[in-house]
């Protein structure tokens, strides 16, 4: 199957997909999700909340398997400072031999980019460096007479 006609054939290699059984969520979860955010369209702009009252899975479940998904490639992910992010299904990490039609591009944006490990511990220090600094001791707080 290297040209899908349509939507349908489209459909029909996601759910054929071969994931990895080493991954942080089960492989039916995963699809899930990826077929959540294709059916958003070819950038997704729901919520956490969003996908996971459409999926009824538990918004950590889909945190966790949205990053799980940006590492391994299967979603591109669009980060915007101060911004939502969007994402997009990786067609051709999904079924490399695959030509997506229809709108359906698997080709990143230039601003995309599909964060590493080293990035992501980057960017995890950082939030709790800041998290750190807004907590003050309980000193500061005592009435001074």
């Known amino acids: 199957m290297s040209k899908p006609s349509d939507r349908g054939e489209q459909l029909l290699a996601l759910r054929e997909a071969q994931l990895p059984q080493s991954m942080k969520v089960s492989p039916g979860i995963a699809k899930a999700i990826l077929r959540c955010v294709d059916d958003h369209g070819v950038r997704c702009w729901a919520s956490v909340a969003t996908i996971a009252s459409e999926t009824n899975f538990n918004e950590r479940t889909v945190r966790r398997s949205l990053t799980e998904l940006t590492e391994r490639g299967y979603l591109l992910a669009n980060y915007r400072q101060g911004k939502t992010t969007y994402f997009s299904v990786n ?3 999904l079924n490399p031999g695959l ?3 229809g709108g359906y591009d698997s ?3 230039s601003q ?6 080293q990035s992501y511990e980057a960017r995890r ?3 709790e460096t800041r998290r750190n600094e807004r907590v003050r001791p309980l000193a500061s707080f005592r009435h001074q007479v």
Do not use: G
């Open 91 to 93: 067609w051709n990490a």
């Open 99 to 101: 030509t997506v039609l």
């Open 125 to 127: 220090s950082e939030r």
């Open 107 to 109: 080709t990143p944006d």
């Open 112 to 117: 995309s980019k599909t964060p590493d490990s």
